[in-house]
């Protein structure tokens, strides 16, 4: 499985976008982006997933560049409570399903 | 409503003693998986499922053990052979599994909310 590499940190004010940005450099063919959030102390929760085509749901955008070497996630009016971890994860389609984790992107959303 | 649940929420160990962490889920997921994670640091994959009867290592095996008996329950027993147990413990499940046959990408995890173990 791919390795990710996303900033440590990052604020946003709330009600603004929050734009968090992912490296996946080493991404092969077959392998898929997720993306989960983790609220202190809470098991992570899904966001999004994607694999070429940018993706939106209910929570989340999802921005998967051209070569496939990057991707960020946005969301569009950043609320107090999306305060929390930002995990991207690479995933491929054999072998033993598992995700590697990271150690994420702590947003903290300012008031 | 389908979930998953662990239990217990908070779990006190003194050394040398073994503990064993409850996760269930009713969700028919096939897959099952237990992580470890410790402050400030991202999870790490100590077991994982994919059919009843069958687990495989992760990355940090050692001082634990598991059993898939049913396809509902994959309970983690953390023996005294951990050195440092005390961090927080995630269970999860997913749909695809070995049974499947291919891998569906358009399911994540489910995870549970956790158990915090704490050696005394």
């Known amino acids: 499985d791919a390795k990710t590499t996303q900033p440590p940190s990052m604020d946003c004010a709330e009600g603004r976008a929050a734009n968090l940005p992912c490296n996946h450099s080493?991404?092969?063919?077959?392998?898929?982006v997720y993306w989960y959030r983790q609220i202190h102390s809470q098991g992570p929760q899904y966001i999004i997933h994607?694999?070429?085509n940018n993706e939106t749901n209910e929570m989340a955008s999802l921005i998967i560049t051209e070569d496939r070497k990057s991707s960020t996630l946005i969301l569009p009016h950043a609320t107090l409570r999306d305060t929390a971890v930002y995990y991207c994860?690479?995933?491929?389609?054999?072998?033993?399903?598992?995700?590697?984790f990271g150690t994420g992107t702590r947003l903290k959303v300012l008031a | 409503d389908g979930g998953i649940t662990q239990s217990p929420k908070y779990l006190f160990r003194k050394e040398g003693q073994n503990v064993t962490l409850s996760c269930e889920q009713n969700?028919?997921?096939?897959?099952m998986y237990w992580y470890r994670q410790d402050p400030g640091q991202g999870l790490r994959l100590i077991y994982y499922?994919?059919?009843?009867?069958?687990?495989q290592k992760g990355d940090i095996a050692e001082g634990y053990s598991v059993s898939r008996e049913k396809k509902e329950s994959f309970p983690l027993t953390v023996t005294s052979a951990q050195k440092n147990p005390t961090a927080f413990y995630l269970c999860?499940?997913?749909?695809?599994?070995?049974?499947?046959?291919?891998?569906?990408?358009?399911?994540?995890?489910?995870f549970g909310s956790g158990t915090r173990l704490t050696v005394v």
């Open positions: 499922s994919q059919i009843v009867n069958d687990f």
């Open positions: 994860i690479v995933r491929g389609t054999s072998g033993t399903y598992k995700y590697i």
């Open positions: 969700l028919n997921h096939d897959a």
């Open positions: 080493t991404i092969s063919g077959n392998e898929y």
């Open positions: 999860a499940s997913s749909i695809d599994g070995a049974v499947r046959g291919r891998y569906r990408p358009n399911y994540g995890y489910t």
């Open positions: 994607g694999l070429k």
